[in-house]
């Protein structure tokens, strides 16, 4: 029987060579190649980690905060190149959450859902 690492390691293969990962490096490097558009996804994302960075710490997020957050998101939202790298970003999110549930499988029905009898 192979190590489960070996398989651990096709997988990495099989998503770095999928469709959904070269979309998305595709997305990125097109980015990141623009000036203008990668200076909007920096702040972008440095907003996201300011605010994660507090909400970790317990800190209160302000709501002027909050404000020039959702105005930093539909910024970007609005850069086509920006929007097309979050658009395959959630691609493959979606793509590895599945393969996550299909993975963790056998521990949920070891564990069984609580919320539901086990046959």
């Known amino acids: 029987m192979a190590n489960l690492y070996d398989y651990a390691y096709d997988l990495e293969k099989a998503i770095r060579n999928s469709e959904e990962f ?3 490096k ?3 490097e097109a980015v990141m190649n623009d000036e203008a558009a990668k200076k909007m996804f ?4 440095q907003t996201q980690i300011t605010l994660q960075q507090k909400q970790m710490q317990g800190e209160e997020i302000s709501e002027e905060e909050v404000e020039e957050a959702r105005k930093v998101v539909e910024l970007v939202q609005q850069h086509p190149q920006i929007s ?6 959630q691609r493959l999110n ?7 549930r299909i993975i ?3 521990l949920e029905e070891l ?9």
């Open 22 to 24: 070269n979309g998305l």
């Open 26 to 28: 595709e997305a990125y």
């Open 42 to 45: 920096d702040d972008f994302r």
């Open 84 to 89: 097309k790298l979050m658009e395959e970003e």
């Open 94 to 100: 979606t793509v590895i959450n599945d393969i996550s």
């Open 104 to 106: 963790t499988k056998p």
């Open 111 to 119: 564990y069984g859902n609580p919320e539901e009898p086990q046959q």
